[in-house]
Each structure stands twice: as structure tokens, then as C-alpha cells.
């Protein structure tokens, strides 16, 4: 298993400014993803985050406004840039721990939920 | 591409009713499922889980099998209770490396 903080837990932002989710695990992984859940939503997935290179974004997303650093195999931030009200969403850091079996659990961190003004 | 489809809620029940929330898919190859719950204010956790067809997953009295013929794997519960009004949400994996792919989720309010 994995146990999985993020900072912050919520935050209430101006349109326009930007802000940092930090996520960080108790364990090395490989694959560490970020998601986006708007109000009464489900789950999206924004971007793979990938150590030592390049987030892999999503159809619908971009580097400009999500950038996203994997300094390690523990941690990563995202940033939404720019915000506006649309933003205003939770967002969820999550990882794939090897297990035993032919697939590979993903395990969730609490969120972070975000309102823009 | 590969996609989940749940069915809409809110489902409304009362305690000890029987539940079925119905989950259809769509992928390449041979996908892992999965049904994760939120329950208010939580993070999302995973319930139950099966990865090839015919195995049926299960716990805390919520089952559900892998059915490759109809593409489905649908949440039932013989008696539901009050403390499992939640947000459901089916989703699949096509592999180790992938990320999960989730359904519009399914709202489940129990009355006692």
C-alpha cells in the first residue's frame, strides 16, 4: 500500500494567481498520476506525472496552465496557473504500487480542494 | 477509446433494500475493474476489485463479477444500511502503467 499526503487541503484562491499542490508518498513509486474532480463530477485524469522528464498531459490539458515537476520517486507538485472560477475543482494526487497480481493498485491521496473567486 | 459507463443517479433506497448499480465498458484488451466509494468528506477508497473475467470481488457485503460477454460488472448489495450512502464509482485499468479510468460515479442515499 501507499500513504499518500497532500498540502494543502484546501485553499481559496483570487482568479488570476496561481497554486502549488505538493504531493508526497511514504514510498518510492514509478507511476504517480493527478486528477481533477469538479463539483459533482467524476474523476478526470489531468497528466502522468514522470520522473526526470516531461508530465504526460491529457487531451484537454496543457503544460502552460497544469505544469507538473517529479523531482523524485516520492513527490511531485502541480500548478494551476492562471485561475479562474472553472478551476474550482478537487484535485487528487494518486499512485501505482506493484502488487502481486497482473494489475498494479492505484491508491489515492485526501485531495485538495481549491475554490477561485 | 476505453470508457465506463454508470448508471445516473441519485438512487434513493431504504435501509435493508436490495442495490444494483449497473457498470458497462469498454476497452482494448482485458481491463481490470474496479468500484471505489466516497463517502461524505472522504477521499476515495477502493471496495472491491477483479481482474480477469468471471472473478467476483467483494467486501463489506458488495459484490460484484466480471462479465467479459456483456462487457459489465455491476455493484449489488443484498441489504443496504444507512452508513452506505456514498458516491460509487466504477472504473477500469487496461494495465500495469495506465491510469484508471472512471465512471460519472452513482449517488446512493439510504434512509433508515
Known amino acids: 500500500s501507499a500513504v499518500i499526503s497532500q498540502k494543502p487541503s484546501r485553499d481559496i484562491c483570487q482568479r488570476g494567481t496561481s497554486l502549488t499542490i505538493q504531493c508526497q508518498v511514504d514510498?518510492?513509486?514509478?507511476?504517480m498520476f493527478w486528477y481533477r474532480q469538479q463539483p459533482g463530477q467524476s474523476l478526470t485524469l489531468i497528466a502522468t506525472a514522470n520522473q526526470g522528464s516531461e508530465a504526460t498531459y491529457e487531451s484537454g490539458f496543457v503544460i502552460d496552465k497544469f505544469p507538473i515537476s517529479r523531482p523524485n520517486l516520492t513527490f511531485s507538485t502541480l500548478t494551476v496557473s492562471n485561475m479562474s472560477p472553472e478551476d474550482s475543482s478537487i484535485y487528487l494526487c494518486?499512485?501505482?504500487?506493484?502488487?502481486?497480481?497482473?494489475?498494479?493498485?492505484?491508491?489515492f491521496g485526501p485531495g485538495t480542494r481549491l475554490t477561485v473567486l | 477509446g476505453n470508457s465506463v459507463t454508470q448508471m445516473e443517479g441519485p438512487v434513493t433506497l431504504s435501509e435493508e433494500a436490495f442495490l444494483t448499480i449497473n457498470c458497462t465498458y469498454t476497452a482494448t484488451g482485458y481491463p481490470s475493474l474496479f468500484w471505489y466509494v466516497q463517502y461524505p468528506g472522504e477521499g476515495l477508497q477502493l471496495l472491491l476489485k477483479?481482474?480477469?473475467?468471471?472473478d467476483k470481488g467483494s467486501n463489506k457485503g458488495f459484490e460484484a463479477t466480471y462479465r467479459k460477454e456483456t462487457t459489465s460488472f455491476h455493484l449489488e448489495k443484498g441489504s443496504v444500511q444507512v452508513s452506505d450512502s456514498a458516491v460509487y464509482f466504477c472504473a477500469l485499468k487496461t494495465g500495469a502503467g495506465t491510469a484508471l479510468i472512471f465512471g460519472k460515479g452513482t449517488t446512493l442515499s439510504v434512509s433508515s
Open positions: 494518486s499512485v501505482e504500487v506493484q502488487g502481486q497480481s497482473s494489475y498494479n493498485e492505484q491508491f
Open positions: 514510498s518510492q513509486v514509478t507511476m
Open positions: 477483479a481482474t480477469k473475467a468471471d
